[in-house]
């Protein structure tokens, strides 16, 4: 069975640039969240979708962030401007329902 | 307050040991699940162990075992026979609620370092 495939690995911006993520979850899993690990910290969540719908974004910071998952399935997690604190790691996780978050690789974000 | 406590940054243990890693948490719900993960330099993170509140016996995965004290509020876990590839960041869990999908609230982790 394949993972959560996220791309890039790494991206390097500079401040005020934009930039992308993507992430394909596991087949099947209807829930995907997108997680920020900051330096030196747990990953906190950004936002949880259910499905095509949001469940919880309650800590994305949506004067500069924005994710869409389109047909319930990959999904993208935007930053616009980025900013000097947006450097971190940031995680995609799926499930299926059940206790357990399956987490890609992730991509690391170094804003300049 | 804090949701999840891990009180040790980093520890260092002698290979072949067994390791303790210390996590507390704060919730006023009576259904919630308690995770470990761990994760290594590549950065990804692997679920090594859960346990619900109303599970009455320990979970146990392998070399893995959570001590959980519930009325302390603790989920401690106990690594057996430690080994080198067990160097890694630690991080303890917490979902609160019976909804399966709820998020998941991380500590800061503890960095355990395995020597030869």
């Known amino acids: 069975e394949a993972g959560v495939a996220q791309s890039p690995r790494y991206k390097i911006i500079e401040k005020r640039q934009s930039v992308a993520f993507w992430c394909n979850p596991i087949s099947g899993h209807a829930t995907l969240y997108w997680y920020q690990q900051i330096l030196g910290q747990g990953p906190k969540l950004l936002i949880q979708f259910q499905n095509n719908g949001v469940v919880d974004d309650s800590q994305l910071p949506k004067d500069r962030f924005s994710a869409e998952r389109l047909k319930g399935v990959d999904s993208t997690l935007k930053i616009q401007p980025a900013k000097l604190e947006d450097s971190a790691v940031y995680l995609c996780?799926?499930?299926?329902?059940?206790?357990?978050?399956?987490f890609g690789p992730g991509t690391r974000l170094t804003v300049l | 307050a804090q949701k999840i406590t891990q009180t040790q940054p980093g520890m260092f243990v002698q290979e072949k040991e067994a390791v303790t890693l210390d996590c507390t948490y704060d919730t006023s719900d009576q259904s919630y699940g308690l995770f470990w993960y761990k994760q290594p330099s590549s950065g990804e993170m692997i679920f090594l162990i859960y346990?619900?509140?109303?599970?009455?016996q320990n979970a146990t995965e392998g070399r893995y075992s959570l001590n959980f004290q519930k009325a302390r509020k603790s989920a401690n876990l106990v690594i057996s026979a430690s080994q080198l590839g067990d160097s890694a960041m630690y991080f303890c869990?917490?979902?609160?609620?019976?909804?399966?999908?709820?998020?998941?609230?991380f500590g800061k982790g503890t960095r355990l370092h395995i020597l030869p």
């Open positions: 346990q619900g509140s109303y599970d009455e």
């Open positions: 996780a799926s499930s299926w329902g059940g206790y357990e978050q399956f």
């Open positions: 869990a917490m979902r609160e609620g019976r909804d399966r999908d709820d998020k998941i609230i």
